[in-house]
């Protein structure tokens, strides 16, 4: 498992991961309130990758990548 330190590079990477295989594709979101920390991962199984912050602004910064995958997942066609 491999924590990225730049949200950009975690951002382009999740959403690279998501289009190689849609459907083995599993996305996780944890806040530690007592640590007021927040950790994304995002894994196909074989590839995994994570990325852990502190700071208030990348909420909104996931938020936008969280729209971004479900974008994806509304126009994928049957």
Not at 3 to 31: H, M
Not at 45 to 63: F, G, M
Request: overall charge positive; charged content about 35%; proline content about 1%.
């Amino acid at each position: 498992m491999t924590y990225i330190t730049s949200w950009d590079d975690f951002s382009k990477a999740a959403e690279r991961l998501y289009l190689k295989d849609p459907s083995k594709c599993r996305f996780v979101t944890k806040y530690r309130h007592s640590d007021g920390k927040l950790n994304v991962k995002i894994t196909d199984d074989s590839v995994c990758i994570q990325y852990r912050t502190e700071h208030a602004q990348d909420v909104k910064r996931l938020e936008k990548l969280t729209n971004q995958l479900m974008r994806h997942m509304a126009s994928k066609e049957k």
